[in-house]
């Protein structure tokens, strides 16, 4: 029992937490000082009731592999893997965000708006979601970064899934909004997700 409240424990779930803490707190700060914090709520944070499920289920696997296999958390070339693609996910992220400013908004937008400008300088100029990128690649860092064989699995997997739904559903108003600006774009700049044209 005092293997789960050992250094290892320690560090990998205090370095989870602020993971979490800062990735919402920054992401609501900014959104807000874009928006406003009328426009900001639960949901456009991408906080869900399977967002919490999916945490809650990590930190279930977390204790238990500790207390069951605490050889299993003491890859700390593993672990520190998942920090820095934390580290990575969050600046490419927040970097999105403050690119795209006005037209960032976190719910697909179906009708064009007028500070909906297609963005593709910056981060854009690598790929089209660099927002989506950044919280695959957070996600599943969080994960690495517990040595969580089980939840990282699975984050990369729904995460990818959401987002390879996501996508396609929002280029389709994407085009709508900017044709054959878009199309040319699209045609010249990868996703972001893999395996996600």
Not at 56 to 72: H, K, N, S, W
Not at 78 to 102: D, F, H, P
Not at 138 to 152: E, F
Request: aromatic residues 16%; proline residues 3%.
């Amino acid at each position: 029992m005092t293997e789960i409240f050992g250094y290892t424990a320690c560090r990998q779930l205090s370095q989870m937490f602020l993971a979490v803490l800062f990735f919402h707190s920054s992401e609501y700060v900014l959104v807000a000082a874009i928006h406003g914090r009328s426009s900001v709520n639960l949901s456009s944070l991408l906080i869900s009731k399977a967002y919490v499920f999916a945490m809650m289920f990590a930190l279930l696997e977390y204790v238990v592999e500790i207390a069951l296999f605490p050889g299993l958390k003491e890859y700390w070339w593993i672990s520190n893997l998942g920090l820095v693609m934390v580290i990575i996910g969050e600046i490419t992220r927040k970097l999105a965000i403050v690119t795209a400013g006005q037209a960032f908004t976190h719910l697909i937008k179906v009708n064009h708006e007028e500070q909906h400008n297609l963005i593709t300088h910056g981060v854009y100029r690598f790929v089209r979601h660099p927002s989506y990128t950044g919280f695959l690649i957070w996600s599943v860092g969080t994960q690495i970064m517990l040595c969580n064989p089980i939840s990282t699995i699975g984050f990369a997997i729904v995460v990818w899934r959401f987002f390879a739904q996501r996508i396609p559903y929002e280029e389709f108003f994407l085009r709508q909004f900017f044709g054959s600006e878009y199309e040319e774009y699209a045609s010249k700049t990868p996703s972001g997700i893999p395996f996600v044209k």
